[in-house]
């Protein structure tokens, strides 16, 4: 019987110990989460108090990027991308290896919706060249901003105009990287222009340009080519790529096709009637030859993109010297 009440002591004395070290447990993490302070936005204690400098994503990298600019008022803090998180946050207390994602979770695996993700970068992004994002060819096919920008990073690669850009487009764009490596291409390998001297990836128009046509955006660069000339060439006011490729090809200038191969698919054989896919077998000053070899038609038509040629005779629209 008195091992029995001593027993009975005993575990009584456990249990009200087992209760004051919970107890004093609890008492210590609200103590020590009331003492957490920002450590770069505002209100951001909450979330470093286990995302800090040592997390994989290295969030606090963000005090280096736009987004972490304090004397800025509109920059935002984590809450505010992020959502409120409560149940996140609340799976963390409770010791979950893995907690639930925040009610807004960014990154290639969040399980979010894509339009709630993008909603969030939305709402402050908007206007400018993203007026027409929602019609674009990237939001219809369900990519979010977060698919090519790194928020948190110190150097969005996307916004990096000296090979980090490129490298992101090419991720999806494969075709475009093999042509960007043809030996005839644009320099964005060199780093002297990149994707988005030619597209605006927000913009509404199906091939994402930053102008409202492929000729605004190529007479950009190429103005000597806008005109207007006296003799125009119909293919180049229509649309430059008709017979450029302008992501890279294995032929001079950026062309499809070499001449006279090129020009042919348009100008038939009423021109040369005799023209042959040959080279001269001896010296010849024969036109039916003469188109095939060296640079072709344009030895003789050299001003292919228009000509203001005054000469009052038949020819002097042909685009000659």
Same mark, same amino acid.
Not at 20 to 44: E, I, N, P
């Given at each position: ?150 928020? $948190?990073?110190?150097? *969005?690669?996307?916004? *990096? ?11 999806? $764009? ?11 291409? $644009? ?9 988005? *001297? ?23 660069? $190429? ?15 229509? *649309? ?82």
């Amino acid at each position: 019987m008195k091992i029995s009440h001593r027993l009975f002591a005993v575990a009584l004395g456990l249990g009200v110990l087992g209760m004051m070290t919970s107890a004093d447990a609890l008492a210590q993490a609200k103590m020590k989460k009331s003492k957490l302070q920002d450590l770069v936005l505002k209100g951001d204690a909450k979330c470093t108090a286990c995302h800090d400098e040592e997390d994989a994503p290295k969030v606090l990298y963000i005090g280096r990027t736009k987004h972490g600019t304090l004397a800025d008022g509109r920059t935002p803090g984590c809450t505010k991308c992020h959502g409120d998180s409560a149940k996140h946050i609340a799976d963390a207390e409770a010791g979950e290896k893995k907690p639930a994602q925040p009610d807004v979770a960014f990154g290639r695996d969040s399980k979010t919706e894509m339009h709630t993700r993008n909603e969030s970068c939305l709402a402050c992004h908007q206007g400018g060249n993203r007026t027409h994002w929602e019609s674009s060819t990237h939001a219809s096919r369900d990519t979010g901003c977060t698919s090519c920008h790194r928020i $948190h990073a110190t150097q *969005d690669p996307v916004r *990096d105009k000296f090979g980090g850009q490129s490298e992101v487009c090419f991720t999806c $764009h494969k075709e475009q990287r093999a042509m960007i490596n043809r030996p005839v291409h $644009h320099p964005i390998r060199e780093g002297k222009m990149n994707c988005s *001297d030619c597209h605006n990836v927000h913009g509404g128009n199906p091939k994402q340009l930053a102008r409202s046509s492929v000729n605004e955006v190529c007479y950009t660069c $190429h103005m000597e080519k806008r005109g207007p000339f006296l003799h125009n060439h119909q293919p180049v006011t229509e *649309d430059c790529s008709i017979c450029h490729q302008p992501h890279g090809t294995v032929i001079a200038s950026l062309l499809k096709q070499r001449p006279p191969y090129l020009c042919q698919e348009c100008h038939s054989h009423t021109s040369h009637p005799g023209q042959v896919a040959g080279i001269p077998t001896g010296p010849s000053t024969s036109t039916s030859f003469m188109g095939t070899i060296a640079r072709g038609c344009v030895n003789c038509h050299t001003n292919i993109h228009g000509g203001n040629s005054t000469v009052d005779r038949a020819t002097a629209g042909r685009f000659r010297r």
